[in-house]
């Protein structure tokens, strides 16, 4: 039996379809979950969106805890504190559908997720006992205060200080924080400041009502206008010794831990925002005439459904793919003797390079189709009476937190180079290999006419791109090369389209192994994605040989890259019309 696949380990192993999970495979309660969620946002959620968004006086916390009330806030926490004790790919799901939540789905996140989790990964029992029921039920909401208004993607040079008082019995804590989301509102506060001289960061929890604490009105947001966010003071604010979070000086590792839980579920949200904008998209241009006829019968239309739905699978594959990766790392630490809060903690940073590459990806996605969400409606798009405008302004917010896209891309080159430098992965052995074929790779095509074997191996070339180019840049570079980052976001989009591309691969083998069948319309959307990947990857490629690579070497190294991103080529516009057709008979996404 194979051993389960770590970490970034990926872009020098195949996974094997029994090694992911694909969405068409959620159990009947998973199921039932997706339902109760989608009938609380069908209720609670989408009838109210003008009045959350207009900050009616307590709508949105009103509301997070109606969700509390039926037991969506406490998925993830263990029962023995009144939560439901999910598996992280049903925590997932839930993301996946309340994605579709406009603001909400910010507030939920940030309650559910980075306001609450501190406390279950790294609360003593105390905390967990006296915090963990009242964020189950509502009775308590959640934020998380890491930014300061001089320490944003630094968050580790933070200026906020905790001292202890003389008593010993509280941490004086001063400083402020910014862009705090659930600001206006929340109970507990995840807040993290250096205590003394300290270089690292530690943790407090701080209740609202503990003294010393101001708050700023509400921010005036481009978008996701209805979630709260605001400054917030510490004036000598009195945090009881007992509510510091973990160890002193470990507040770093938590922050980032915590922000890769965010990056992998923000990769979830962006499913059901993206389905409900293409849904959108679809039921527009179905309605809409011009020249005496539905715009969706035009083909430049047409292309832009295909594409909204062709990167939302891909998305979607990918996401569950990872839930899966989690899921089993979790398993193994637990059977090595973790406890559970620490399995999961420790699976999550095992995947810190998938975390940052779905959240680019998903952020990424979710853009392109609420920008051309907006183009099919035309005119429309751009009247505020349209939801597509709320979510193409709702969508932007996804780049830049959680970390930058410029910082995650960052982690994921950075983080794989380095975990091949130390050999966690043997990365740079297989590079060393390709590195030495390079001279002898024949610009004459791979393809087998056995159509997994082919794109099997057209993924495992787009990772030797990767490979061959890793392998040059740390040999001129060596350390120096975390300081080229157009090389590193080349790397990065590199190695995040090898990795969608086998995921699609991976869902449309399996589906069609459960269902017995070959299934034509996933084999379209599996066509096209690498065609487009190729393309991508090439560019990606070729810009990072010119970039670094001596003159006299380059012919060989772009010989190699055409070869190593050459595609089997199907009429890729028929197949793109192909997927819009369903998309339009359907009136909705149903993939
Ligand atoms: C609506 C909203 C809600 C938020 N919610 C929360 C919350 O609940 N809690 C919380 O703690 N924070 C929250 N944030 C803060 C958010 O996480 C930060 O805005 C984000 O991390 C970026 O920090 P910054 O805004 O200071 O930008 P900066 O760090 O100043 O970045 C500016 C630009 O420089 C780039 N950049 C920075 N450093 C580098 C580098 N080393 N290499 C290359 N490029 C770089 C960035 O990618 C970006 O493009 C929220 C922000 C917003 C807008």
């Known amino acids: 039996m194979k051993k389960a696949i770590k970490g970034g380990e990926f872009i020098i192993r195949?996974?094997?379809?029994?090694?992911?999970?694909?969405?068409?495979?959620?159990?009947?309660?998973?199921?039932?979950?997706?339902?109760?969620?989608?009938?609380?946002?069908?209720?609670?959620?989408?009838?109210?969106?003008?009045?959350?968004?207009?900050?009616?006086?307590?709508?949105?916390?009103?509301?997070?805890?109606?969700?509390?009330?039926?037991?969506?806030?406490?998925?993830?926490?263990?029962?023995?504190?009144?939560?439901?004790?999910?598996?992280?790919?049903?925590?997932?799901?839930?993301?996946?559908v309340l994605g579709a939540g406009y603001a909400f789905s910010v507030a939920y996140s940030a309650d559910t997720g980075i306001g609450t989790l501190p406390i279950m990964y790294y609360g003593n029992e105390q905390q967990k006992q006296k915090y963990l029921p009242g964020l189950a039920t509502g009775d308590l909401l959640g934020a998380y205060c890491l930014t300061e208004p001089g320490a944003g993607s630094d968050a580790n040079s933070g200026k906020a200080k905790a001292v202890l008082n003389e008593a010993g019995t509280h941490y004086l804590l001063n400083g402020s924080k910014m862009w705090i989301t659930n600001g206006g509102f929340a109970d507990i506060l995840t807040v993290f400041a250096k205590i003394d001289n300290d270089r690292a960061l530690s943790v407090f929890i701080v209740e609202r009502d503990f003294p010393g604490i101001t708050f700023n009105p509400e921010e005036h947001k481009m978008g996701i206008k209805g979630s709260s966010t605001v400054q917030i003071f510490f004036n000598n604010c009195e945090v009881p010794v007992e509510n510091l979070l973990g160890k002193q000086g470990i507040g770093f590792r938590i922050a980032l831990n915590i922000l890769n839980l965010g990056r992998i579920k923000?990769?979830?949200n962006v499913i059901g925002a993206a389905k409900i904008s293409i849904n959108q998209s679809v039921q527009y241009a179905n309605e809409r005439k011009q020249f005496r006829s539905f715009i969706s019968n035009f083909g430049a239309i047409k292309y832009k459904l295909?594409?909204?739905?062709?990167?939302?699978?891909?998305?979607?594959?990918?996401?569950?793919?990872?839930?899966?990766?989690?899921?089993?790392?979790?398993?193994?630490?637990?059977?090595?003797?973790?406890?559970?809060?620490?399995?999961?903690?420790?699976?999550?940073?095992?995947?810190?390079?998938?975390?940052?590459?779905?959240?680019?990806?998903?952020?990424?996605?979710?853009?392109?189709i609420v920008d051309e969400g907006v183009q099919i409606h035309g005119g429309m798009g751009y009247s505020s009476e349209t939801l597509i405008e709320r979510g193409y302004r709702d969508s932007r917010i996804n780049r830049i937190f959680e970390g930058t896209n410029e910082i995650n891309r960052l982690v994921v080159a950075d983080t794989l180079i380095k975990k091949g430098r130390k050999g966690e992965i043997s990365i740079f052995e297989v590079a060393a290999q390709v590195t030495e074929n390079i001279a002898y790779v024949k610009n004459k095509r791979h393809f087998t006419g056995d159509y997994y074997k082919d794109i099997n191996k057209t993924v495992k070339n787009f990772k030797t791109v990767f490979l061959m180019l890793a392998d040059a840049a740390v040999d001129k570079f060596n350390r120096r090369l975390s300081y080229e980052q157009?090389?590193?976001?080349n790397f990065a989009d590199i190695i995040t389209e090898a990795y969608i591309s086998e995921s699609i691969y991976l869902r449309t083998e399996k589906l069609e192994t459960i269902k017995k069948k070959k299934l034509d319309i996933y084999r379209d959307i599996l066509n096209v994605y690498i065609f487009d990947s190729a393309n991508i990857i090439y560019t990606k490629g070729l810009e990072a040989i010119y970039s670094f690579i001596e003159k006299e070497k380059q012919d060989k190294y772009i010989n190699a890259l055409r070869y190593y991103t050459s595609v089997k080529c199907e009429n890729i516009k028929e197949a793109r019309r192909r997927i819009a057709d369903k998309l339009i008979e359907d009136n909705k996404y149903i993939f």
Do not use: H
Request: hydrophobic fraction near 40%.
């Open 306 to 368: 295909a594409q909204q739905v062709i990167k939302t699978f891909a998305n979607e594959s990918a996401v569950y793919r990872i839930s899966q990766n989690v899921e089993d790392a979790v398993k193994r630490y637990i059977s090595e003797g973790s406890d559970k809060g620490k399995a999961n903690v420790d699976a999550q940073r095992e995947f810190v390079i998938e975390a940052a590459l779905i959240k680019i990806f998903g952020s990424e996605v979710l853009d392109y």
């Open 486 to 489: 157009e090389i590193l976001f």
């Open 14 to 96: 195949e996974s094997r379809i029994d090694e992911i999970f694909i969405p068409e495979e959620f159990n009947e309660e998973q199921r039932m979950i997706a339902e109760m969620c989608q009938d609380f946002l069908d209720t609670e959620v989408i009838p109210k969106l003008d009045r959350l968004d207009n900050q009616e006086d307590g709508l949105m916390a009103k509301t997070l805890k109606k969700a509390g009330e039926m037991g969506l806030l406490g998925i993830s926490i263990p029962e023995e504190y009144e939560g439901f004790g999910q598996d992280f790919t049903t925590s997932m799901l839930v993301a996946d």
């Open 266 to 268: 923000l990769g979830a």
